[in-house]
């Protein structure tokens, strides 16, 4: 059984701050090694319930944030955003399910921290085929198109909540508990790595026992609709083929299908 | 009848340094006159030969170039490039024919001033293996709405590439390039003469029927753009449907013309961020 952790770092344990994800802050140090421990916590986990390869990508900004002098030896590493599945990259190669570690919720969440879908300053909304979604739903969705399920998260409570709702039966390892969206109270760091390798093990046991949650399936065509922050922003997407102009601030366009959805939508990110 | 001039800043009389098409370079201001007095040239040749209605579009950088104060008051003038349809802003109001006034050779010309296309990140644009220009790809918008181009005003360089684009195509040469960065020039009321004279010829030929025919392309229409590095075309690669050729070279492909004009300026985009 092939695993593809894909990790991200608004939702590690102990992460309340945007200071603690962006490279430039001197508390970013603490915080990617803390992610590192994360991500080797649900690596443990999953060789525990039984994984025979896991493959690690580092999905947070640029991608340059685990310590691969940290991590897990018995994993590879996908380092470096600009890889074309980007947070996901690996997927495209055949993996049999995901973890999405150090995961948060959607832009416009009541306490979530750090919620954001994708790009904080540009996006307000993304819906897809109508339904509001964030990074959860987009990546399980494009993890679901190559048939691969999401077994757990982890995050705070808000993207366990998000989570499940889409996904019936995923397992979440909730680290913290988010307050406002700069603010959470915070498992101790070994009860919180303690929980992900347990709720990974759990996970990884569960899908070779074939009671694992389903793929995510998005019906096809998909409609993606984005909601930006500034009319600019959508001016500057409307040249995008098949882009339609909803209002002043939001675009759609149909894919289809999820990869081409995900392509789109981090097409129009960049652009806006 | 209804006329676009569509004006860029490294084809204008005079300009053979990026720092006087620059807005925050000092020299900037000077140029900015200039190009605003080649266009009036323009527009004042175009009155001559019979136009009844004309468009002036900014598209040089932000497309906040030209002196309002100092156009000629018988054109509307498209500014700011954040419009749809940026260079060429106004092709699609039922405009009868278009003037590219101060152009530039495409990228990679041997000899062609300030020469590039689009951005200085891209080496080559192909459509339908053709290489071309910005004059190539404005054209090709300007075709879709039925509008022929007929005058270029720019160096030497860019009038050969203009010519053996569009056949018939009349061009105003307000200097010699002699490398990338430098030229002989005329005197700008010398170039702004032979613009207005120029632009008077194009539009009363355009008016007796034996103007150049609008620029087409066969359909569907192939995009393929060579960047500067491969980062480039990693960041363009993201366009659903687009193929990598090699390292540097992106392609796509376009049910019509504006479908690749678009797709063009998106994969730019794309590879910018």
Request: charged share 20%; net charge negative; glycine share 10%.
């Amino acid at each position: 059984m092939k695993l593809l952790i894909a990790a991200d770092m608004e939702g590690i344990s102990g992460v309340v701050h945007t200071s603690h994800v962006r490279s430039e802050s001197s508390e970013y140090g603490r915080f990617r090694s803390l992610m590192t421990a994360d991500v080797n916590a649900a690596v443990e986990g999953a060789f525990l319930g039984g994984a025979e390869e896991v493959v690690v990508t580092d999905g947070h900004w640029n991608g340059l944030n685990i310590l691969i002098e940290e991590l897990d030896p018995r994993v590879r590493l996908n380092a470096g955003l600009a890889s074309p599945y980007a947070m996901l990259e690996g997927l495209q190669n055949g993996v049999d399910a995901a973890f999405f570690i150090g995961y948060h919720a959607r832009m416009g969440t009541i306490a979530g921290v750090i919620d954001h879908t994708w790009a904080s300053a540009k996006v307000e909304n993304l819906w897809l085929n109508g339904r509001l979604a964030g990074e959860t739903a987009l990546n399980g969705a494009v993890c679901g198109h190559y048939g691969a399920p999401v077994l757990m998260v982890s995050g705070d409570q808000a993207l366990a909540a998000e989570a499940s709702d889409w996904i019936r039966g995923v397992e979440t390892a909730v680290v913290k508990r988010a307050t406002s969206r700069l603010s959470a109270e915070c498992l101790p760091l070994e009860t919180a790595r303690q929980l992900i390798r347990s709720t990974a093990e759990r996970a990884v046991r569960r899908y070779l026992q074939n009671e694992a949650p389903r793929p995510l399936e998005i019906k096809t065509p998909i409609t993606v609709a984005v909601e930006f922050a500034t009319s600019a922003m959508a001016d500057s997407v409307e040249i995008f083929p098949g882009v339609r102009r909803l209002d002043g601030r939001r675009v759609e366009v149909v894919m289809p299908n999820m990869p081409a959805a995900y392509f789109a939508f981090r097409s129009l990110v960049a652009m806006a | 009848m209804k006329l676009l001039i569509a004006a860029d800043m490294e084809g204008i009389s005079g300009v053979v340094s990026w720092n006087q098409v620059d807005p925050k370079h000092p020299e900037y201001a000077r140029f900015r006159k200039i190009m605003t007095g080649d266009v009036n040239a323009a527009v004042e040749g175009a009155f001559r030969g019979g136009a009844e209605e004309i468009i002036v579009a900014d598209g040089h950088g932000g497309g906040y170039n030209i002196l309002l104060e100092a156009l000629d008051p018988r054109a509307r003038l498209n500014a700011g490039n954040a419009a749809p349809l940026v260079m060429v802003q106004g092709i699609s109001s039922g405009i009868d024919a278009a003037l590219f006034i101060g152009y530039h050779g495409r990228a990679g010309h041997p000899l062609a001033v300030l020469n590039h296309t689009w951005d200085t990140h891209l080496l080559n644009v192909w459509l339908n293996e053709v290489l071309v220009g910005e004059t190539g790809i404005n054209a090709l918008v300007c075709g879709a709405f039925g509008a022929p181009v007929l005058l270029v005003s720019g160096d030497q360089g860019l009038a050969e590439e203009a010519t053996a684009l569009i056949s018939g195509i009349e061009t105003v040469i307000v200097k010699r390039a002699t490398s990338y960065f430098s030229a002989e020039c005329l005197p700008p009321q010398e170039a702004q003469e032979r613009i207005r004279h120029g632009v008077e010829k194009a539009v009363r030929a355009f008016k007796e029927g034996k103007g150049p025919q609008p620029f087409k392309l066969s359909t569907p229409v192939t995009v393929t753009i060579e960047f500067s590095s491969a980062a480039h075309a990693d960041g363009a690669m993201r366009l659903p449907g687009a193929s990598r050729l090699d390292g540097r070279k992106v392609s796509a492909s376009a049910a019509d013309a504006m479908a690749a004009y678009h797709i063009f300026r998106t994969l730019v985009q794309l590879s910018s961020q």
